[in-house]
């Protein structure tokens, strides 16, 4: 159910940024192998990002995106698997508290974890 909403989400999110295709993406993952659902979209999202990482469902606006940042989106996935529909929340919160900080994305605990991850190959 969580992965459902999580990809009509996505969806609504790649309509409004000029969806171009669907593709999957199989990732091996020291957690656990992921297929990423891929929505390419031609606009960056809300004006910024690259790439966002709904549960199972990756929105992404670089078609190189998904080949660089596998291992730290698929982390998301499982952050998403761990918490179910807490992980929005606590990733909210996860933000607030890094706040602080002045890079409330960069010092988000969850944030951290997928990057440690980036360096697994
Ligand atoms: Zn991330």
Known sequence: ???????????IIARLHGFRYKNEWYVPHPLGDVTLVVYHV??????????????????????????VHAMHEATHTHQCRRYGWLFPLLYLLASIK???????????AFEIEARTYEEVR
Request: glycine content about 6%; overall charge positive; aromatic content about 14%.
């Open 1 to 11: 159910m969580l992965k459902m909403t999580a990809r009509a989400i996505a969806w």
């Open 42 to 67: 031609r606009k960056p999202l809300f004006g910024r990002f690259w790439g966002i990482t709904l549960c199972d469902t990756l929105v992404t606006t670089a078609t190189n995106y998904v080949r």
């Open 98 to 108: 890094a706040l602080p900080t002045g890079k409330p994305y960069w010092n988000n």
